[in-house]
């Protein structure tokens, strides 16, 4: 909200934004978390699912920028048989058990929002605005400071922004 003196309030900017957006980043990306993930933040990630040879894309929130051993959330859409995602979690190297959501959101050539919201106990995440699937945190979320993409996808939109967080 503007005040009459036509500023913005520290509140408001508070809950729009956490950080600069990355604007029409490379793939395969990589950027930073400024401050790192906390509860009640929200990751908005637009773009088009490519039309190659390529069977999947991913997204990853992990720490430290080129930290491949520790991977708080994996996030991984495949086109393979009538399609699926896989969500798992990568400590100190070693894949923990893996979880499979057998629908397919997205289809290839066309555009999709992927929100990541953080609440205390999951990552919820929604699909063109419409909730896809619960993921429990199973590393702190303060070690997660990065958040990378590769695949099949071209990226228009990566946000940062804060929402209001409901008790999980």
Known sequence: MQSRSGHVGIEE??????????????????GRIVGGLQVGHMVTVTGRVLS??????????????SDTNNIAFHFNPRFEGSGYVVCNTKQLGDWGPEERKML??????????????????AFKVMVNASTFLFYVHRVPLYEVN??????????????FQKYKSLPC
Not at 52 to 65: A, K, L
């Open 104 to 121: 397919m959101p997205f289809q290839r050539g066309s555009l999709f929002e992927i929100c990541f919201q953080v609440d205390r106990s």
């Open 13 to 30: 900017r508070a809950f729009r934004h956490t950080q600069d957006p990355y604007i029409n980043p490379p793939v395969p990306f990589t």
């Open 52 to 65: 190659t040879d390529e069977n999947r894309f991913e997204v990853y929130f992990h720490t430290g920028m």
């Open 146 to 159: 990065a958040i990378s993409i590769k695949g099949c996808v071209e990226v228009s939109h990566i946000d």
